[in-house]
């Protein structure tokens, strides 16, 4: 505390023997050795605390380098926020649930209210948002990120299982509805790539320096991993049947177009337009027999497929080929 | 960051904080600053010691504190808080920006401002290398609707009719509820209600409220009505729940992260066996029927038995129609 009140008090660079002689506790050294121990441990502490201690030489023949701190680097700008900004803020403090993120938004939290701004934390918000970060190579990879080094780590595809290496220039980590992803150049296929963070196996190794990773200026995190995590694509228009009083959650979706009896049964002619192409024939044949497909027929083939594998029993069920309309697309 | 660091990265805060607000009560600010009364007067009696080359009188800071209260008279020259680190301005900057388009946060424009005063404050210290998109669905036609009349009610402090799609059931229902507030969780909207029809706090996902009208009444949740702790997730393990035992197949794996599963095995071919719990049957005949041959149930037998059976009736209506036109 002394130390960052003298240098901060300071114009000049103060030498490590000035500094040993004026700040308390130093002069107890019983060595030199001990001193510059203590006083290196102390350097190293103060700019992990994010202090900008700066080094050099008042004049071009000094012997040896000073010390300072620059107070126009030190402190926290002016800032003054409004009520409504102020419960923004401590609506986004509320926004992590993550021991490396909730610590850091708190750090900044008691910076503010020491530069004199209100924060009530504990106002009601009519909005409550969780970001959650239980993966265990969230920590690793947050790291890696902001020292700027490439990383390798063992990730599992699912279509077809795999669990291959890979190495990694990361950009960044990128929190998308809810679940997290890691951005960057992947050497071996030497393009951008995104990778879910649940999928990694096992522990993330540091590869090479830091400072050796350069985000390129134009990449936009969020929007790369958005494109890239399967979006729904236009889709023909759908017609099923529904049985009478059966399908809510179908029907929600839907426009009745006519009566109907199948099989004996009566039901309503719907329309839909599908969100979720990729997932329709197994949202579908969940209705089993209270919902059938009318158009189109490639549909209507993929759910009976599903659904006559599941009538036909576990039996058959490793040798079954994958669904017809399945595409590999990540869900 | 180690103990040490802790207490200097406090002891630098402190100063300012207590210049920003004279004769502050000392257990309001230990409770700021999440640290005991006496650690907070330990604090200042160290803070009391440090000052100016020289330490004589003048140099030093300068606390008056009494009972109850602290006032700090000379600052030694600490009379601001140190600059954001990068990890703070990142962890603070990135969770505004998430806010700015969060459906449901009424004033985005003054988490913007917020966000342009914190920038302009903490200098160099731009965030990087975290985004956060909570990308809320919003599928159905009436989502945008839905969520307007919530947040109507929530902010006018009134009672709410909806009809809600309950996905467990596959029924949709009508109900009054007494908004308490809304929640987003991993990138959905939920609305937390009394519901009079329940008789208890439920959570209404938004994109699942078809239909919402602002009622005239005004809201109100009884007294023993408790928010619900998300901490750990929105799924709950209740006693009433059943647990089927499931080995996925390449193709239904997505299963496995998509709902909440227990002690999952890795089997060869790169099929995964899991326990899952469900509370009702029709629910996850629902969900296993729509996986097919992806899909094969250990246990219980009941549950195997009526998914054959149901999809085999499935199968032969559609040959029957099939056949007939």
């Known amino acids: 505390m002394n130390l960052v009140l003298c240098l901060l008090s300071t114009r000049q660079y103060l030498s490590a023997e000035r500094i040993r002689s004026i700040v308390p506790g130093y002069a107890d050294a019983p060595s030199d050795d001990a001193f510059f121990r203590t006083f290196e441990r102390d350097k190293t502490e103060l700019r992990e605390l994010g202090i900008p201690l700066e080094v050099g030489r008042n004049k071009v023949d000094d012997p040896v380098d ?95 299982v795999e669990v291959r290496a890979r190495e990694l220039e990361p ?26 963070l649940s999928r990694v196996v096992g522990e993330v190794r540091k590869v090479g320096r830091p400072g050796q990773v350069h985000r390129p200026d134009d990449v936009d995190l969020l929007r790369f991993v958005a494109s890239s995590s399967g979006e729904s694509q236009p889709s023909p228009a759908v017609k099923l049947w529904v049985a009478d009083g059966r399908g809510a959650g179908l029907r929600r979706w839907a426009t009745v177009v006519r009566r109907h009896e199948v099989d004996g049964v009566p039901g309503d002619v719907v329309e839909l337009e599908l969100a979720y192409p990729d997932t329709a024939a197994g949202w579908i044949a969940g209705y089993g027999a209270d919902a059938l497909v009318l158009e189109p027929d490639v549909l209507a083939k993929a759910v009976r497929e599903r659904l006559l594998a599941a009538a036909e029993g576990p039996e058959r069920r490793t040798r079954l080929e994958p669904a017809i309309e399945g595409n590999g697309v990540a869900r | 960051m180690s103990g040490a660091q802790d207490r200097l990265s406090r002891l630098l805060a402190l100063v300012p904080y207590f210049l920003a607000r ?63 680190t990068g990890a703070e301005a990142t962890a603070l900057l990135v969770a505004l920006r998430a806010l700015v388009d969060t459906p449901g946060v009424d004033d985005a424009d003054a988490v913007r401002r917020a966000v ?21 669905r919003e599928g159905a036609r009436s989502t945008k609707r839905a969520r307007d009349a919530v947040q109507a009610a929530l902010s006018a402090g009134r009672a709410l009719r909806i009809t809600y799609y309950t996905a467990s059931k596959d029924e949709i229902t009508e109900r009054v509820v007494d908004p308490m507030r809304m929640l987003i969780v991993d990138g959905r909207g939920y609305l937390e209600a009394w519901c009079r029809r329940a008789e208890d706090v439920r959570l209404f996902r938004v994109d699942r409220v078809d239909e919402a009208a602002v009622l005239d009444e005004a809201a109100a949740p009884p007294p023993y009505a408790e928010p619900t702790d998300t901490s750990t997730g929105l799924f ?27 002690d999952p095995e890795e089997l060869p071919d790169g099929r995964l066996r899991v326990r899952m719990r469900y509370a009702d049957t029709s629910w996850v005949v629902r969900l296993l029927l729509g996986l097919g041959g992806e899909v094969a149930v250990e246990s219980p037998v009941e549950l195997a038995e009526v998914l054959r059976a149901q999809a085999a009736a499935a199968v032969a209506r559609m040959d029957r129609h099939l056949a007939s036109t």
């Open chain 2, 116 to 136: 342009a005063k914190i920038e302009a404050a903490a200098g160099q210290a731009t965030p990087a290398g975290v985004a956060v998109g909570l990308g809320v």
């Open chain 2, 22 to 84: 004279p004769g502050i009560l000392i257990d309001e600010a230990a409770a700021t600053f999440g640290i005991t009364p006496k650690q907070l007067r330990k604090d200042l009696e160290l803070l009391w010691m440090c000052g100016l080359p020289g330490y004589g009188p003048g140099d030093l800071i300068d606390i008056s504190f009494d009972e109850d209260t602290v006032t700090v008279t000379f600052d030694a020259g600490m009379n601001r808080p140190l600059r954001l």
């Open chain 1, 66 to 160: 000073g010390y300072r701190i620059a107070r126009r680097d030190y402190e926290l700008g002016e800032i003054d926020l409004e009520p409504d900004e102020a419960a923004a803020v401590a609506l986004a403090v509320r926004l992590w649930d993550s021991p490396e993120l909730t610590g850091a938004a708190h750090g900044a939290l008691l910076k503010l209210r020491a530069a004199g701004v209100d924060v009530d934390e504990s106002a009601p918000t009519a909005v409550e948002s969780k970001v959650r970060t239980t993966e265990p190579a969230f920590g690793p990879l947050l790291a890696a990120v902001q020292a700027g080094q490439a990383v390798s780590f063992d990730y599992r595809k699912h279509n077809p």
């Open chain 2, 236 to 262: 709950r393990s209740a006693p009433d729940q059943r647990v089927a035992v499931l080995v996925l197949g390449q193709e239904a794996r997505w299963v496995s992260e998509y709902y909440p599963v227990e």
């Open chain 1, 171 to 196: 950009w960044g980590v990128v929190s998308w509805r809810g679940r997290w992803y890691v951005v960057g150049h992947d050497r071996e296929r030497s393009a951008p790539r995104c990778f879910r």
